[in-house]
C-alpha cells in the first residue's frame, strides 16, 4: 500500500511512515478495534513530503507533511447534522502524532496521554470568554488517582456571519 502513496520522499520513508500508519495511529491491524476505530477506517494517506530549508547554521531542516483525505459521514457527525469539534479535534490528533513521528524520526507509540485502562479522570472547564461572536472555553483533564494533568485545550468558537 505505501506504493501508492503520492509525495516528494524516498521509498524506504513512504515505507516505515505506511507502517506507523497502519499500526499505531489507523489501527488497522489490531485484534480489538481501539478509539475511533470506524473514523480512521475511513481516512486515506494521501501524500507525505519533505522539504528542505536553511536555517542559516549551515544545517537543512526538513519540513514534514502528511496529507490525508476522507469524506464526513455519519460516525463524524454531532446532533445538529455536522462534523462534531471533539471528531475533529480527534482528526487532528492523530495527524499531529504521525507527521511528529515522521519529523523526529521515532517510532514512539501513539496516544501518548498518560492514562491507561482503569485511570478515574476529572474534566474541568472553564470559560474564558464568551458573547459577540467568539467564545473560548479551557478544559484540563486530570488523573485524580495520581493529582496529574494528562491533557488540556482550548475551544474557540465562532459564529458565522450570513453572507449577503
Known sequence: MA???GGNVEP??????????KRFACGLDVEEPDFGYENKKQIKFVALNAYGENDG???EKRTIETIHETTVTNAFLNSGGNLHGGCAAFLID???QL???VAVRTRRQYGSIE???GTPLRI????????GRVSTVRSEIWDTKRDKLVASGVHLKMQARARL
Not at 515505507?15 to 500508519?21: F, I
Not at 474541568?124 to 458573547?131: H, Q
Open 12 to 21: 524506504r520513508l513512504k515505507d516505515r511512515v505506511w507502517d506507523l500508519w
Open 94 to 96: 492523530v495527524f499531529v
Open 115 to 117: 492514562a491507561p485502562l
Open 57 to 59: 547554521s549551515g544545517k
Open 3 to 5: 506504493d501508492l502513496l
Open 99 to 101: 507527521c511528529d513521528a
Open 124 to 131: 474541568i472547564s472553564t470559560s474564558v470568554s464568551a458573547g
